[in-house]
């Protein structure tokens, strides 16, 4: 694929959707050791309702698909995770008004994505927080002269990166910040989860 159409907008989030039900179990852990232990059934809850979502949609733009789905997750997760992520596909959903969005204008929608996270969790990068997988990933999926698939594949190992990085680090926002210096030593879950978009987005542009 050399642009972001609609089916691929819709492939993108159902891969989405089945990374997050795949690996609701291990979400869930790496949220017990530091956070309350829901980050995987917030997400599968939120990604499930999504599912629905899409089926009654005859979405007219890339735009309409990451719109609806950012406001599926508002409405239907309870913890951080789904207004972050809800607020960030919906700015990629405003960023994208048409049927079709190219490698660069796509690498803009996500870096409105990230811009969303960030004004309304208020973290920096460092902090521990799904910031440190979008910042590297996005890094990564900006290299210019890249194919589409070739900068979603950088950008999921960035992203993979980037959770390695969070493991030394304390949190400063969210609940595992609680936790002050007993929160170093593991992954943050929402950086996990960030990882499995981005491969996500590799898969389905690459097939
Ligand atoms: P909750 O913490 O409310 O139970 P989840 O477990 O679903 O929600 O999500 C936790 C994840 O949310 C954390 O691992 C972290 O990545 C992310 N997070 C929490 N607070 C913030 C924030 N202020 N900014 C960015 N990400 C955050
Ligand atoms: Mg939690
Ligand atoms: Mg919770």
Request: no cysteine; hydrophobic share 45%.
């Amino acid at each position: 694929h050399d642009t972001v159409d609609i089916p691929l907008a819709l492939a993108w989030v159902r891969e989405i959707a089945a990374a997050v039900e795949q690996q609701e179990g291990r979400l869930t852990e790496l949220d017990s050791a530091i956070g309350d232990g829901d980050h995987g059934s917030n997400l599968r809850r939120g990604f499930t309702a999504v599912l629905a979502a899409l089926d009654d949609l005859t979405p007219a733009s890339v735009g309409a698909v990451l719109t609806r789905t950012g406001t599926t997750l508002i409405s239907k997760v309870g913890g951080a995770s789904g207004p972050l992520y809800g607020s960030a596909f919906r700015a990629m959903g405003a960023a994208l008004p048409g049927e079709r969005a190219d490698r660069a204008e796509f690498a803009a929608a996500l870096a409105a994505g990230l811009a969303a996270i960030r004004k309304l969790g208020a973290a920096e990068p460092g902090d521990k927080t799904v910031v440190d997988a979008w910042t590297p990933a996005l890094a990564a999926f900006g290299q210019p002269d890249a194919t589409l698939a070739a900068a979603a594949s950088a950008a999921a190992e960035a992203a993979a990166q980037g959770v390695r990085d969070t493991v030394p680090l304390q949190a400063r926002k969210g609940r595992a910040s609680y936790l002050g210096p007993r929160s170093i030593g593991h992954p943050d879950p929402g950086a996990a989860s960030t990882e499995l978009l981005f491969q996500a987005l590799a898969r389905v542009t690459a097939a």
